[in-house]
């Protein structure tokens, strides 16, 4: 009954005399609060960078061989244009994506790319007729199989009569 007139700062202190550990306790619990929270801001926005550089990374990808892609058909219609015997020499810069590049039909230049989806396919249309060295085409597909690795590679386009334009790499 004595402790029933005791005020509560009276109270707390005769708690805090029993639990001596209690202030370390609390600083130790407010240390594991501020490293929870420190990892529940950094976890999900590592993952998010990552996935967006990733993201990124493909999109860069697809963007350097559509680029590859039409200045090789944009050079295929100049020298056609300028007539048989020209010549146009590209370097281009060949990404590490690509699995495979053909000629379909001698008017389309096939891109493969692997990615993390799958493999899919850029296609560029050409006006006039493309083809490449004899020992590369069976039927009507003829491949390059030289731009499906990568780094610097030099390309030639020439044309090689009226109706047709040759590509190859040097």
């Known amino acids: 009954m004595g402790e029933s007139y005791k005020t509560k700062s009276e109270k707390h202190k005769m708690i805090s005399k029993d639990f001596p550990g209690n202030r370390k306790s609390q600083s130790s619990f407010e240390y594991l609060l ?14 998010i960078f990552y996935s967006y550089s990733k993201d990124s990374g493909q999109e860069i990808a697809d963007a350097q061989i559509t680029k590859i892609g039409t200045s090789i058909i944009d050079a ?3 020298a056609f244009h300028f007539g048989h015997g020209s010549k146009i020499t590209l370097e281009l810069n060949i990404p590490k994506d690509i699995a495979a590049v053909a000629i379909i039909d001698g008017r389309e230049l096939i891109f493969n790319l692997t990615s993390p989806s799958g493999i ?5 249309f050409s006006t006039v007729n493309l083809t490449t060295e004899g020992s590369n085409c069976d039927a009507n597909e003829c491949k390059l199989p030289e731009l499906a690795s990568s ?12 109706e047709s334009i040759n590509i190859s790499i040097i």
Request: net charge positive; no cysteine.
């Open 151 to 162: 780094g610097l590679k030099k390309v030639k386009v020439e044309a090689i009569s009226r």
């Open 34 to 47: 501020v490293v929870a929270l420190t990892f529940a801001i950094i976890v999900p926005t590592s993952y």
């Open 120 to 124: 899919s396919e850029i296609v560029f």
């Open 76 to 78: 295929a219609e100049s």
